[in-house]
């Protein structure tokens, strides 16, 4: 059995895994043998339970995505919870851009990158965690569970704004309601084991909709889209960096090491 500490969404989390890929997976965030603020390991039920809806992974594969449900389910205890989606940084400020998979965001937040330049940052590609702190601002961390891209900085920043994707024929952007935004957000949460802790994150997203202004853009895969989506999130008017980023520019700068 291995045991090792990462530091993750402002926590000191201890990991027992029976597989060597764990810590590899994790290497970014391994801290020192601090007291942690809670354990996960993922139990032989866990892995079984994955391994009937993904028959082609490995156990080691299926170890790290146990540990990642265990370690989102302990998070709302801390104030703090995980959410599908991309955020990214402009100027220093977190948006996140959430959809379901294959519908766009990924290439969404590269056409940010494309076309705002070096005023562009990542947090995470596809897990990060948020915290409801007391002076009323929601951080977003970043994760080593990033996303088949694995784009990831190793930054954190106060989010500004959510952005609920869906694909389009052409490019609009509306604010939503809470009582809608209730409804999307539910669909990129990962919900807790335990009843307490889904009671806690339900609470944290009432919050975090009093907290946040909330869109939802209508979009192609254009620079139009960036447009419309950063004028709305930011309050600014548009204009395009000097500079292109490329594809690979892009994955230079934001994909973790393998």
């Known amino acids: 059995m291995d ?9 000191t989390i201890e990991m027992k895994s029976r597989f060597d890929y764990l810590r590899l997976f994790c290497r970014g965030y391994l801290c020192d043998g601090s007291e942690p603020d809670f354990s996960v390991f993922a139990t032989d039920e866990k892995i079984a339970e994955l391994r009937e809806t993904n028959t082609e992974m490995t156990d080691c594969f299926l170890e790290r995505d146990a540990i990642f449900a265990e370690i989102a389910s302990k998070l709302p205890y801390y104030n703090r919870m995980m959410l599908h989606g991309a955020c990214i940084t402009y100027n220093g400020k977190g948006y996140l851009f959430t959809a ?3 519908t766009g965001k990924s290439t969404h937040i590269a056409l940010w990158k494309r076309f705002l330049g070096d005023s562009v940052g990542i947090v995470n590609g596809d897990k990060p ?6 002076d009323g601002t929601i951080h ?6 990033c996303g088949k891209e ?3 900085e190793g ?4 989010v ?12 609009k952007i509306r604010k939503v309601d809470p009582e809608e935004a209730i409804s999307l957000m539910l669909q990129q949460m990962f919900h807790p084991y335990e009843t307490e802790s889904t009671l806690l994150m339900l609470e944290m997203l009432s919050e975090m909709l009093s907290r946040l202004p909330m869109y939802l853009l209508e979009c192609d895969m254009s620079e139009e889209a960036v447009k419309t989506s950063f004028e709305a999130l930011t309050g600014e008017r548009y204009r395009r960096s000097e500079h ?11 994909r973790m090491p393998k």
């Open 155 to 158: 930054k954190s920043a106060d």
């Open 244 to 254: 292109e980023t490329t594809l690979e520019e892009i994955n230079r700068l934001w």
């Open 160 to 171: 500004a704004g959510i952005c609920f994707l869906e694909q389009g024929t052409e490019n």
């Open 100 to 102: 379901h998979s294959g």
């Open 140 to 145: 977003a961390y970043d994760t080593p569970w």
């Open 150 to 152: 694995g784009w990831n």
């Open 3 to 11: 045991i090792f500490n990462v530091s993750l969404g402002g926590l």
């Open 129 to 134: 965690i948020f915290e409801m702190r007391p």
